[in-house]
């Protein structure tokens, strides 16, 4: 894979909460619900806390439920986290979420998802549809964080 291959989709908000309140909330497995578009379910033995554990999600993506496996690479605490996702059907993807004071105890939010496109039909559909459907997820996202924080 390189660089030039690679589809890299980023989203920023300004969260209404501090940096430590924000990243607690964001990282804590049992909050996905409120916040997630599309999240069906979490299956059991998901983990979300150290480098290597997984989770397992499954997601409703345009239009049908999809599976998605997580990996968690890095977390630095109040900083960033770091993850691969495995969907079968759709690219791979490597997603990145990071996390800053905003100098006014608010929260610079970014969150990020590249990956590289297939080859043939399915590559532009990865770079079309796949990448709409990215960026979609990216700001529903921030806004359901928004205004689930500010409640």
Not at 66 to 95: C, F, K, W
Not at 127 to 136: D, E, M, N, Q
């Amino acid at each position: 894979m390189t660089s030039t291959d690679l589809i890299r989709v980023e989203h920023s908000q300004r969260l209404p909460v501090g940096v430590h309140q924000g990243f607690d909330y964001i990282t804590d497995l049992g909050n996905w619900h409120e916040y997630w578009p599309g999240l069906v379910r979490i299956e059991p033995g998901s983990h979300w806390k150290e480098p290597g554990d997984r989770a397992r999600l499954v997601l409703r993506l345009l239009g049908r439920e999809t599976e998605m496996e997580m990996t968690l690479g890095r977390i630095d605490p109040y900083r960033l986290v770091e993850y691969a996702s495995e969907q079968p059907g759709l690219p791979n993807a490597r997603h990145g979420r990071y996390f800053a004071d905003d100098g006014s105890g608010g929260l610079d939010y970014r969150l990020m998802v590249e990956y590289e496109p297939r080859r043939g039909l399915r590559g532009v559909f990865d770079r079309v549809l796949f990448r709409r459907a990215v960026r979609r997820a990216l700001r529903e996202t921030a806004a359901n964080l928004d205004a689930r924080l500010r409640g």
